[in-house]
């Protein structure tokens, strides 16, 4: 059994800042990949940004310049560090991870949803 809890949604003004956290727990053996979805009211849940197990990062075009994803992997702990924050970024933004539960077992998580509301 695999969790992901996220946390450090919020509101905030236009031009501000947030920072996302997302720990998993449970059954891991390793992690692929981690980081981050959204998805806005009547759209469709959308990439943000993700860092895989080498460092190797993928950004929306959207958010590159703005948003940075970090991993700390001893805490299986991905973040997003949110700056320049516009409406256009309101949505429920999900963690996501690809995982191993064992040497041969792999799977994708998510996390239950944490909404980012920029507005003034």
């Known amino acids: 059994q695999v969790q992901l809890v996220e946390s450090g949604g919020g509101l905030v003004q236009p031009g501000g800042s947030l920072r996302l956290s997302c720990a998993a727990s449970g059954s891991i053996f390793s992690i692929v990949d981690m980081g981050w979805y959204r998805q806005a009211p009547g759209k469709e849940r959308e990439l943000v940004a993700t860092r895989n197990s080498g460092g190797g990062t993928n950004y929306a075009d959207s958010v590159k310049g703005r948003f940075t994803v970090s991993r700390d992997n001893a805490k299986n702990t991905v973040y997003l560090q949110m700056n320049s924050l516009n409406p256009e970024d309101t949505a429920v933004y999900y963690c996501?991870?690809?995982?191993?539960?064992?040497?041969?077992?792999?799977?994708?998580?998510w996390g239950q949803g944490t909404q980012v509301t920029v507005s003034s």
């Open positions: 996501y991870a690809r995982l191993y539960s064992d040497y041969r077992s792999w799977g994708d998580y």
